[in-house]
Each structure stands twice: as C-alpha cells, then as structure tokens.
C-alpha cells in the first residue's frame, strides 16, 4: 500500500473516476461519521457469487435476482479514499495510477454513468396497475399459494438543477445518521445511491456476524417508545425472523443470540427490527458469512415467503425491472470486516431524473391503497434529499 499526502475532495475523487471511466463507490456505515470511497483503475466488474472470507478489499453491487439480467458487481480498492488521502494497493500497474493522478489535477465535469437502455425501456407502474397488482397478491396468499410477497414499483422525479452526486451523497449523509448511505457508479451500470435501514450480512472486526429481520412499516412518531403495532405487522416481520432461524437451520447452526423485535426509526418511517449474532470467535463457522448471504438473499423482507412463488409472483406481476433495487451491496475484506446492506430508499440517476423504488410486503390482511401509501412513505426518504438540494 503506498499513500498519497496531497489532500483531494470527495468530489474531486469522484469526478475524476468517472473522467477516466472508472467504477467507485462512496459509503458511509451507520452511525459513523467517516467517509470511504474506492475505484478500480483496471478493467472487469462482473463477479461471481461473493465469497466473503477471501475476498480482496474492495465494494460489491448486487442485483435482486441472482439470475437477472444485470451481472453481480465487485469494485477493487485499487485507489482508496478517506479523510482526503489517498490509498493506493501495491499490485496496481503505474501506469493506470499515473494516469488517475493526472484526472485528479484536471478540472472535471460535473458527471455520472446512466443506464441509457434502462432509462428508455424501464416501464413506469401506475397507481391503477400497483394496487391491482397487490389486489391479485392478497387473493393468492388467501389461497394459500404463499405467506408473503413484496411488491414494488419505481417513479421517475426531476433532478434539481446543478445535481452533484457528491453533493447530494453529503446530504443523505446528513439527513440519516443511521443508515448506511452509498453512491456507487459503475460504466455500463449506471448510478445508484441511497439511505438503506437494512443490514444483509456483516461480519465485524471482531468476527461477529450479524443480520436482521426488518419489517412492518407505519410513519415515525415523536417518541418511539409510543410506536403501536398491528396484528399484521408484528406477523409480517415474525416472518421475516422465522426464514432467517430457518436458514440457520439449514447450516446446523443453533449457537446465535436474537435480540427483539424493537422498534427502529428510519427517516420518516419506523420498523420492526430483530437482530441476530454469532460470534465466530466461539462458534467455529469461518464461511458463515458466505454461507448465509447465499441463503438469505432475496430474503422475505424484499422478496417473500416461501421465497419461490413469491419470486414467481414477482416477475409476474410487478411489472417493471427491479434492476438493483431490493439486491445488496456493501464494503467486503477490508480491516473493518465485511458489511452488506439491502439496496432499499434508494434511486437511479438518469441524466436528468432519478429512478425512485420502493416496495411493501403483502400479506393476507393488505388493503391495496394503505400499500400504494407505503410505497410513496418510502420514496420520501429520497424525495426529501433532492427537495433540500433543490432549496
Ligand atoms: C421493500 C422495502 O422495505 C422493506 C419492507 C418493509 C415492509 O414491508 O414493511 C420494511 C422494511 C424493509 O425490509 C423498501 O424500502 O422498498
């Protein structure tokens, strides 16, 4: 590893990556205040399912299905950024750092990645074409073809005048604390930033593997120990909780702590929140976080119980491409461990818009409308973002 002293910004790191076409991620983990990004300076993204323990520093993307159309992404710390300075890893050829230091000097563009195909045959679901689409989930759970689904729907904003990614990754930084924020570009992948609640896998520095069960959803109240729940969603999430027991189940494991359900606050909306540890110290696991991203997702806080007709109902109904909205994504084999979140409360720039998702689990006790409402809650953590940009 070499370091560089000069001092650059976030921003200059930015720009100059996309200049020279290159993939990086910025992220920021929860409750935190430091600000990492990386690049990869050589060519190839696409990756294979994610092995964790051997992995080299660096920043997976993921799609929601693993067989979609869309390739699973891994972004190699070639050029690390925090706190001004620059990283460099020591296999990485000079002649690409050279050339990335040049870019850094330059005065770049204000400039992203988009997904130009994406962008011209996304199909917009309505609000007709949403609830009638939870109207068919409601009537198929009530007959027994599965337990949950999640549905989702994405919604096409303007982007402010003068948008900044950088700009606007400091002001979701800002505005939420607690969620694990993140812009990552990718050419030939497009732009993707958001504010996920929602951890997937992470193992610590002190090898300690943890995951949650998050679901149910109603809008914050000043003091969350008031939060009052319905029937509905203390069952929505208990869902969640048994597919996560279950795929411990699967590998054997019983050695874990489970701690919940809570209640969480996450922008403008609260969930139910049970969080489930295994220290890998004690219990001898080494692949465990492998193992269980594998199991895990689509887990049935995005996707459903069981989780193949719901998929099925999925991409039958939905109606549009999730692309990686609802996939996951996160830093991997650094010092700090591995930490996967759910790519959710995020959006898709296009070069004058944004792609906003969001979904909500159905189960047999839905009402179409309150569902539609769900989704338009959750695109406002979002929404809120380019609105402060816009002031
Ligand atoms: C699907 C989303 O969120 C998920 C679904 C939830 C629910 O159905 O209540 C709650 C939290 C998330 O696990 C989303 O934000 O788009």
Redesign the pocket.
């Known amino acids: 590893m070499g370091t560089e002293t000069r001092a650059y910004t976030l921003e200059k790191f930015f720009q100059a990556a996309i200049a020279g076409e290159k993939a990086v991620a910025v992220w920021r983990q929860p409750n935190t205040t430091t600000v990492h990004a990386c690049a990869q300076l050589s060519a190839g993204y696409t990756t294979g399912q994610p092995q964790l323990e051997s992995s080299p520093f660096g920043f997976l993307f993921c799609p929601f299905q693993t067989a979609a159309p869309q390739p699973n992404t891994f972004i190699k710390a070639e050029v690390y950024f925090q706190d001004g300075s620059l990283t460099t890893v020591v296999d990485t050829p000079q002649h690409l750092l050279d050339h990335f230091y040049t870019l850094l000097e330059a005065e770049n563009q204000n400039s992203w990645y988009t997904d130009a195909v994406a962008a011209q045959s996304q199909h917009y679901q309505t609000e007709q074409g949403f609830t009638t689409a939870v109207a068919k989930a409601v009537k198929a759970i009530q007959a027994e073809e599965m337990e949950k689904v999640?549905l989702?729907r994405n919604k096409l904003e303007p982007l402010p005048p003068h948008f900044s990614p950088t700009a606007a990754f400091e002001t979701m930084a800002a505005a939420y604390p607690r969620a694990f924020i993140s812009l990552v570009a990718i050419p030939g992948v497009g732009t993707w930033m958001g504010a996920s609640?929602?951890v997937l896998v992470s193992v610590n520095e002190q090898q300690v593997f943890h995951t949650i069960a998050?679901?149910?959803?109603q809008q914050a109240v000043e003091n969350v120990a008031d939060a009052i729940w319905r029937q509905k969603?203390i069952e929505?999430?208990a869902m969640?909780e048994r597919y996560i027991l279950s795929c411990f189940k699967k590998l054997r494991l019983r050695e874990y702590t489970e701690v919940g359900p809570r209640t969480i606050v996450?922008g403008n909306?609260m969930?139910l929140r049970t969080d489930f540890k295994v220290n890998l110290k004690e219990v001898h696991f080494p692949t465990l976080g492998t193992d269980m991203l594998e199991l895990l997702h689509p887990?049935s806080?995005?996707c459903g119980l069981p989780k193949l007709p719901a998929l099925q109902f999925i991409l039958a109904h939905e109606g549009y491409d999730r692309s990686y909205?609802?996939g996951y994504l996160g830093p991997v084999g650094s010092a700090e461990g591995a930490h996967l979140y759910?790519n959710?409360?995020c959006m898709e720039l296009l070069e004058q818009e944004a792609i906003l998702?969001?979904?909500?689990?159905?189960t047999a006790e839905s009402d179409p409308q309150k569902e539609w409402q769900?989704?338009e809650h959750?695109m406002q953590?979002m929404r809120k973002v380019l609105l402060i940009l816009n002031d």
């Open positions: 999640v989702s609640p929602e998050l679901a149910g959803t969603e929505e999430q969640v996450a909306l969930h887990t806080a995005v909205y609802s759910v959710l409360r998702y969001a979904g909500a689990g159905i769900e989704t959750k953590t």
